[in-house]
Antibody, heavy 120, light 111 residues
Framework: EVQLVESGGGLVQPGGSLRLSCAAS????????MTWVRQAPGKGLEWVAN????????YYVDSVKGRFTISRDNAKNSLYLQMNSLRAEDTAVYYC?????????????WGQGTLVTVSS | QSVLTQPHSVSGAPGQRVTISCTGS?????????VHWYQQLPGTAPKLLIY???NRPSGVPDRFSGSKSGTSASLAITGLQAEDEADYYC???????????FGGGTKVSVL
């Protein structure tokens, strides 16, 4: 059974940093692109970042470029999101998900999410 | 303002058919990019419902179906059930923005 478990969320002050983790199991992690998607309270879904299996390609939404860094450790079956210079508008539940990248791109398995709150 | 436009809400009686539209543009759906649909039950994570227009992952009932035409796509739910009350999101890729885009979400209510 595929499992994705996010952790690392919490309350942080504006300008602060946080590192999210996503522990994967039940599938061959190193074979998949991975992604982070966020959802602000009461709002819709927003794609944040993608990373290729070997980390050779990484993509970000403009609003987080230069502030967030996606990475992975295939030996530990783990995905990460380093978030720096956090802003109030980054407040959201952050989900990690597996990416199907076979000429079309979609997100087939999702974790339960971890809440990040940016507030003073 | 989402790149993909969905109605805020739709409702129907049990057993009825409801449809959710997802309207894009020539830089996403109209450019030939597939549309995928997710279901988010209250208080839970999104779940893949339909991928690549009209394919269902294992376990998704065939009451759910997708279609696409031009710059729009639709999700249909036939034989509406109480357990279908959820938020539904469409998703595609936008070549102009170089991002994966979601619709704003549609809340389905069962009367």
């Amino acid at each position: 059974e595929v499992q994705l478990v996010e952790s690392g969320g919490g309350l942080v002050q504006p300008g602060g940093s946080l590192r999210l983790s996503c522990a994967a199991s039940g599938f061959t992690f190193s074979n998949y692109w991975m992604t982070w998607v966020r959802q602000a309270p009461g709002k819709g879904l927003e794609w944040v970042a993608n990373i290729k299996q070997d980390e050779s390609e990484k993509y970000y939404v403009d609003s987080v470029k230069g502030r967030f860094t996606i990475s992975r450790d295939n030996a530990k079956n783990s995905l990460y999101l380093q978030m720096n210079s956090l802003r109030a508008e980054d407040t959201a539940v952050y989900y990690c998900a597996t990416v199907v990248a076979t000429g079309t791109w979609y997100f087939d398995y999702w974790g339960q999410g971890t809440l990040v709150t940016v507030s003073s | 303002q989402s790149v993909l436009t969905q109605p805020h809400s739709v409702s129907g009686a049990p057993g009825q058919r409801v449809t959710i539209s997802c309207t894009g543009s020539s830089s996403n759906i109209g450019a030939g990019y597939d549309v995928h649909w997710y279901q988010q039950l209250p208080g839970t994570a999104p779940k893949l419902l339909i991928y690549s227009k009209n394919n269902r992952p294992s376990g998704v009932p065939d009451r759910f179906s997708g279609s696409k035409s031009g710059t729009s796509a639709s999700l249909a739910i036939t034989g509406l059930q109480a357990e279908d009350e959820a938020d539904y999101y469409c998703q595609s890729y936008d070549i102009s923005l170089s991002v994966y885009v979601f619709g704003g979400g549609t809340k389905v209510s069962v009367l």
